[in-house]
């Protein structure tokens, strides 16, 4: 799961909510964007590259984890 650094400290219930979510998840991990706000993941461009660079790297992770078919 990755959330917005601001956001998280902002909201500690959220961030709970977010830790929870994370661990209840097989492999599951919560990765923080520090200096991210929840809209700016998406709109800031700084962000969304670092966000899409982290979506890549969980996608390489699983496929080369996964079973061959």
Same mark, same amino acid.
């Given at each position: 799961?990755?959330?917005?650094?601001?956001?998280?400290?902002?909201?500690?219930?959220?961030?709970?909510?977010? =830790?929870?979510? +994370? #661990?209840? /998840?097989? %492999?599951?991990?919560?990765? !923080?964007? @520090?200096? *991210?706000?929840?809209?700016?993941? $998406?709109?800031?461009? =700084?962000?969304? +590259? #670092?966000? /899409?660079? %982290?979506?890549?790297?969980? !996608?390489? @992770?699983? *496929?080369?984890?996964?079973?061959? $078919?």
């Amino acid at each position: 799961m990755v959330t917005a650094g601001r956001t998280a400290r902002q909201c500690p219930v959220c961030a709970e909510l977010y =830790r929870e979510l +994370a #661990a209840a /998840a097989l %492999l599951g991990e919560l990765r !923080l964007m @520090e200096g *991210a706000d929840h809209h700016g993941v $998406l709109t800031d461009r =700084r962000h969304a +590259a #670092a966000l /899409a660079r %982290l979506i890549r790297e969980f !996608l390489a @992770e699983v *496929a080369s984890d996964a079973p061959a $078919l």
